[in-house]
């Protein structure tokens, strides 16, 4: 087999990657013909639901999306519970393609239609049921979720209010004896760990009152000290536009005493400057040495 393989020539593996591809290809397009095929054909609907707080009150939205490219048409709308239907809508409805149609109710009549007067709820789907009788279930998840939230509520609501009148009308039971007993025999811990949490809390907020003022203090001092600087620098400048003025009118005064310029009376004191150096020496270039150099 291997002798076979290896008298073969390039030009039978180059058509044996050719033949490859295009199966791989043929089977792909299958793939998107038969999936497209599926999309248009069949008559896909699917269920959602969504909870809305409208002015504190909470609403159940039921949506039946039309997911294919043709029209369907549903007949009934309600919901499943304890294996009995409890119909919401039951005219025929159409729905064009890539469409929905919503259904909106209350909690409250969510929770009337489920027969919910006790604290039990089990479990809630929502069906529909299409024009061929094909019925399909999902799960109620959020209204389920918010209407046992709401049960529960209620039973713990009822259950102290009824642990109130057995304590007033002396009806007490084991269970309430025991959590009398058990409350009594830890309320010094109680009581001291409220000590702690208060005096805690009491330090935590002294030391934050504290470090807002020191803060506050910190920025008032900087604040200060900038304008002192500001200050000073403004006193310094005014000293020194003084200073300035006052050797001007000085300048003034000399030069109208002496008749002379500002700048004559420099260039003479410059000259009389030089004239008191008694170490000046003028160096006058020999002409012999220049020659000789030449």
Request: hydrophobic share 40%; aromatic share 6%; glycine share 2%.
């Amino acid at each position: 087999m291997s002798e076979f393989l290896k008298e073969l020539g390039p030009e039978f593996y180059i058509i044996f990657l050719a033949l490859a591809v295009i199966l791989i290809v043929i089977f792909i397009i299958i793939a998107k013909v038969f999936q497209i095929s599926r999309a248009i054909g069949n008559r896909t609907l699917k269920v959602k639901e969504n909870l809305i707080l409208d002015n504190s009150e909470v609403l159940v939205e039921f949506s039946i999306i039309n997911q294919s490219y043709i029209d369907n048409e549903i007949s009934e709308l309600g919901l499943y519970y304890e294996k009995r239907k409890i119909q919401i809508e039951v005219d025929s409805i159409n729905i064009v393609a890539r469409d929905s149609y919503k259904k909106i109710i209350s909690i409250d009549q969510m929770r009337m239609l489920l027969n919910l007067f006790d604290y039990k709820l089990k479990k809630v789907r929502i069906y529909f049921e299409d024009s061929v009788g094909n019925i399909k279930l999902s799960k109620a998840r959020l209204s389920r979720k918010h209407l046992k939230n709401i049960l529960k509520a209620e039973k713990k609501v009822e259950v102290i209010k009824e642990r109130k009148e057995r304590i007033e009308n002396g009806n007490l039971t084991a269970n309430d004896r025991a959590r009398i007993f058990f409350g009594q025999l830890a309320s010094p811990f109680v009581m001291l760990n409220h000590v702690i949490t208060r005096s805690l809390n009491k330090k935590l907020s002294d030391y934050q009152m504290k470090k807002l003022v020191k803060q506050e203090k910190r920025k008032l001092t900087e604040e200060i000290r900038r304008q002192q600087e500001a200050e000073k620098r403004r006193v310094k400048k005014e000293e020194l536009e003084a200073q300035l003025q006052l050797q001007k009118l000085r300048a003034e005064t000399v030069a109208e005493k002496n008749d002379t310029p500002n700048e004559e009376i420099i260039i003479e004191k410059a000259v009389d400057e030089i004239e008191k150096t008694d170490d000046v020496e003028i160096l006058v270039p020999d002409e012999s040495n220049e020659e000789d150099g030449k």
